[in-house]
Nanobody, 127 residues
């Protein structure tokens, strides 16, 4: 079973910055191939929506509301990805979730593909 662990949420003033991290891990002996990663957010009373993603071919997509302010990146060596958030606004307040499409397998076994989600981390932008 693959686990995603998030960190970096908190309270920040408008115009400030935060960096979110997400790390994927599995039991010893299980191999992972992370094909695509992303970040989503859900504000109170609203639906969960895409913030940023890196597709399997390396294409990066951002929501229009965060272009020029947020940057998504990944470290394949550590199975970790990040969301750098700059010039934060009150409307960025939400629970942020990391996401990944991952193939996993044990030695001599057939790989299986699945989507995984972190538990969510609260980001609050307020004066």
């Amino acid at each position: 079973q693959v686990q995603l662990v998030e960190s970096g949420g908190g309270l920040v003033q408008p115009g400030g910055s935060l960096r979110l991290s997400c790390a994927a891990s599995a039991a010893s002996g299980t191999r992972l191939r992370i094909n695509a990663v992303g970040w989503y957010r859900q504000a109170p009373g609203k639906e969960r929506g895409l913030v940023a993603e890196i597709t399997i071919d390396g294409t990066i997509n951002y929501a229009d509301s965060v272009k020029g302010r947020f940057t998504i990146s990944r470290d394949n060596t550590k199975n970790t990805w990040y969301l750098q958030m700059n010039r934060l606004k009150p409307e960025d307040t939400a629970v942020y979730y990391c996401h990944a499409d991952i193939n996993s397998w044990d030695v001599y076994d057939t790989p299986v593909a699945a989507k995984y989600w972190g538990r969510g981390t609260q980001v609050t932008v307020s004066a």
